[in-house]
Structures are given as structure tokens and as C-alpha cells.
């Protein structure tokens, strides 16, 4: 039983480092896709629109899992 304990220990550990990694990982391309969009806004500003009556469509979010894709029923 001490065996089994001392390996599902392990595991959830192991688990629990590759989570913070993913993490850290997330948040930093989350930073370099802020700054990519900050910049494309930035520059689409400067050019200005070709056609005014279209919004926009830059939008972003700090949730990667957000999914914006209509559903199909």
C-alpha cells in the first residue's frame, strides 16, 4: 500500500509541475499575443481604414479556451 501511495504521489506530482509549466507557458504567449494585436491595432490605426462602415473585428481575451466559433445544433 506504501508503494501504491508513494507512486500516486509521485504522479500527482509530476502532474502538478507539468501544470505550472503549461501554465507559464500559456501566459507568456498570451504576453506576446497582447503585444502582436496592440501592434497590428497600432499600425491599422496609423493606415486607417479602408472601408469605415466595418467594424472591427480584433477582439481579444485573457482566456485561451474561450471558443468563439458559433455552434452547430
Given at each position: 500500500m506504501d508503494k501504491l501511495n508513494s507512486q500516486l504521489?509521485?504522479?500527482?506530482?509530476?502532474?502538478?509541475?507539468?501544470?505550472?509549466?503549461l501554465r507559464k507557458?500559456?501566459?507568456q504567449l498570451n504576453q506576446e499575443n497582447q503585444a502582436?494585436?496592440?501592434e497590428l491595432r497600432r499600425?491599422?490605426?496609423?493606415k486607417?481604414?479602408?472601408?469605415p462602415d466595418?467594424?472591427?473585428?480584433?477582439?481579444?481575451?485573457?482566456d485561451p479556451n474561450l471558443n468563439t466559433?458559433?455552434?452547430?445544433p
Open positions: 504521489y509521485w504522479q500527482n506530482y509530476c502532474i502538478i509541475k507539468e501544470n505550472e509549466r507557458k500559456a501566459q502582436l494585436l496592440t499600425k491599422l490605426a496609423k486607417g481604414r479602408a472601408n466595418q467594424g472591427s473585428c480584433l477582439c481579444s481575451t485573457s466559433e458559433p455552434r452547430i
